[in-house]
């Protein structure tokens, strides 16, 4: 049931983010897709300087642990500081392990710096680190605590196609399951964006 839910909610997605972005990240054990759908592309949300901006994944780790997350978030540019862009929002997470299922609705920050322009036509590079955390009043059922952090570099190698390189670490507490540690790895990515 689980799976039939994460594939509908990625291809839906995928559909709906085709003025976005949408990428993939793996490594041994791990695949994740994500995707970006932001208000730069929506002409009749675009009303300010601030750019909403929806976000979703699918994360299956080594088969037998699958995460998948809905968000929104405001992005503005942070100001008297050039290249800095910051996000602040709140990401739906629904996971399984084994038979336990985890709800939680964390709060997101992310910070994104990119680069000024190099001399030497050197493509476009940018920094990334992004903060979810859910304490016990907004993990729900047998949830007691979500966290997640991540940082990630990126190159935009060909015009609309980065590739990038990450470490996640990911922590579902659950009220009757010792292990904590969701996942924990480096991984590195395609990201098409339009």
Known sequence: MFKKIALTTLFT????????????????????????????????????????????????VNSDRQLVGAGVGATNALEGVEGVELTF???????EVGDEDFTSLPLMAKIRYTFPPLMFNIPPVALEAKALYAPNALSFGDSERYSEYRVSADIEMIENVKIYAG????????????????????????????
């Open 13 to 60: 997605s995928a559909l709906l983010m085709a003025e976005s972005g949408v990428g993939i990240n793996i490594n041994e054990e791990d695949v994740e897709i994500e995707g970006t759908l932001d208000s730069r592309n929506l002409a009749a949300l675009q009303t300010s300087s601030t750019i909403y901006e929806g976000d979703f994944s699918f994360l299956n």
């Open 89 to 95: 929002g709140a990401k739906f997470i629904w996971a």
């Open 167 to 194: 470490y996640r670490n990911i922590h579902a507490e659950y009220k009757n399951e010792s292990q904590k540690l969701f996942d924990n790895s480096f991984y590195g990515g395609l990201k098409v964006t339009y």
